[in-house]
């Protein structure tokens, strides 16, 4: 599903130049619950960047499904990620002044889906992520778990094949964390493919494959110490 092949981002900072990533190669297979690791300033984050299809590579390719991510224009690249990536960060990411509704439909309102159609997926995903009753609240009128579970059925309702987590449990209080991670597990059992990205041992401990980056590259991957094979 996910093939990244000896992926470089370089950065000029104060005339140095800087190897975010440096030849980052890897696979990820449909339905997988993989977890990316590393310190501050080790590279993950802008992987995650590059693998959201929020930002490009310098060199090397990149496949979602087979398509070619490196060759496409700002416009197919903002397409690729409203239909095929779901995205659950750390700061939620809710506007504000829109209800907890309104903001899980948004996304489905730029794919362009009729009104009847985007109430049916807004209403399953909050009902999936126990928020039925709180359809009408905003933001600021919600706890910082249940903004985080709004997050969560705003990825879901669009559908994707991919759902992008980054740092999901950072701002939350260890009981929410615990309620999130359950909530991540339920999604993966159902069938979806998970990346996590964090820089806790104790939450990448809990996806079904770990990949420590350090200084933009991969210095370990949990699937090949356990001798299975790649996609």
């Known amino acids: 599903m996910i093939e990244l092949e000896n992926i470089k981002k370089i950065y000029s900072l104060g005339g140095e130049e800087v190897h975010a990533l440096d030849g980052v190669s ?28 929020l ?3 310098d060199e090397g390719n990149y496949y979602i499904d087979g398509q ?12 690729m990620r409203n239909r095929k990536i779901g995205f659950i960060f750390q700061q939620f990411n809710l ?17 362009g889906l009729p009104g009847a159609e985007r109430k049916e997926r807004v209403e399953l995903a909050l009902e999936r992520v126990g928020l039925s009753g709180r359809v009408h609240h905003r933001p600021n009128q919600l706890s910082g778990g249940q903004q985080q579970r709004v997050a969560v059925a705003r990825a879901l309702a669009t559908h994707p094949s991919l759902i992008l987590a980054d740092e999901p449990t950072g701002n939350l209080d260890s009981r929410s964390s615990r309620d999130i991670m359950t909530l991540i597990h339920e999604l993966h059992g159902q069938g979806n493919t998970i990346i996590l990205i964090t820089h806790d041992d104790g939450i990448a401990a809990q996806a079904e494959r770990q990949v420590r980056i350090m200084d933009g590259k991969i210095v370990s ?4 110490l356990t001798g299975r094979g790649e996609a």
Request: charged share 20%; with cysteine; net charge negative.
């Open 26 to 53: 890897l696979n990820v297979m449909e339905h997988e619950f993989v977890a990316i690791v590393g310190a501050s300033g080790s590279g993950k984050s802008t992987l995650m960047n590059i693998i959201g299809c």
């Open 221 to 224: 991957d949990s699937r090949e």
């Open 68 to 79: 070619d991510v490196t060759s496409l224009s700002e416009r197919e690249l903002a397409t």
């Open 55 to 57: 930002d490009t590579p």
């Open 95 to 111: 506007l504000p002044k829109l209800t907890a509704y309104e903001n899980v439909e948004l996304p489905l309102i730029y794919q």
